[in-house]
């Protein structure tokens, strides 16, 4: 168990795509994790879809609606597909586009689900483990010099008390909780990647009250950015996808050991 409460990455069963057509800088990260329980241990509370009384949660970063042309200083910033949540089925999509021919242009999106809930039985340290699968795509285009193209997938979790209205991990978004899928940037060259069905669990342990009632929280982030230099140089962009055609997320099981 490492010191994030995850497990160290088991058997790969693929490394998804990953191809830089010229370039620097790329970087790729895959968290490989299985569900697994302390040996003897059962779930006391395991949900899957649909999540019944779970809330769906998104929210993103300002769109800036435009277009990259050879005028210098063009810029856009748009969401792919429709972002959000299904309960019923237990799938996010999100993912952005972006482009620019000066300066920076960047967009972020964040959706996911707050519940169900349960009621804590009895006091003692649990382990809380979300189990997700995400299929996804990316790609984009940098011109060297001060450019720059960066994409950013990652799921995270936390455990909210209803009772006391506190977050267990210190906040809704708890990043050394997170596992990053692909943290990806390139300063010069075309670039393009994905995977699909890949399947990983992110993990942690809390510490219960009895008679309190808990709601499990988990989502999905996307990250795109694009830093360009001057139009004569080309036209920086970056497109993370997990919301169109067969790319997108879901929350497989939210479960507590």
């Not at 088991?10 to 490989?32: N, P």
């Not at 967009?107 to 003692?124: E, K, Q």
């Not at 006391?164 to 990806?184: M, R, S, Y």
Request: proline share 4%.
């Amino acid at each position: 168990m490492g010191k994030n409460g995850m497990d160290a990455p088991a058997r790969r069963r693929g490394i998804g795509r990953w191809g830089s057509a010229s370039g620097t800088g790329a970087s790729v990260l895959v968290a490989w994790l299985v569900l697994a329980s302390p040996a003897g241990a059962l779930p006391i509370v395991r949900d899957v879809a649909p999540y019944s009384g779970a809330s769906p949660f998104e929210s993103h970063s300002p769109v800036l609606n435009g277009s990259c042309s050879i005028r210098s200083g063009s810029a856009f910033a748009v969401l792919l597909g429709h972002l959000h949540a299904n309960a019923s089925s237990g799938r996010v999509f999100a993912g952005g586009s972006v482009c620019t021919t000066a300066g920076r242009s960047h967009l972020s999106t964040t959706d996911g689900f707050l519940g169900p809930s349960f009621t804590a039985g009895a006091a003692g340290v649990h382990q809380v483990v979300y189990r997700w699968q995400v299929t996804w795509n990316g790609s984009g285009f940098s011109c060297g010099r001060t450019c720059n193209s960066t994409i950013r997938i990652l799921v995270f979790g936390n455990l909210f008390d209803n009772t006391t209205g506190l977050w267990l991990l210190g906040g809704a978004l708890a990043h050394d909780k997170a596992i990053p899928i692909v943290d990806h940037s390139i300063r010069l060259g075309a670039w393009s990647g994905g995977a699909s069905n890949l399947t990983l669990s992110m993990k942690f342990f809390v510490s219960l009250t009895p008679g309190d009632e808990y709601r499990f929280y988990s989502g999905l982030s996307t990250f795109a950015e694009a830093r360009g230099h001057s139009a004569a140089f080309g036209t920086p962009f970056a497109i993370v996808n997990v919301a169109t055609g067969s790319d997108f997320a879901s929350v497989v099981s939210m479960t507590l050991i």
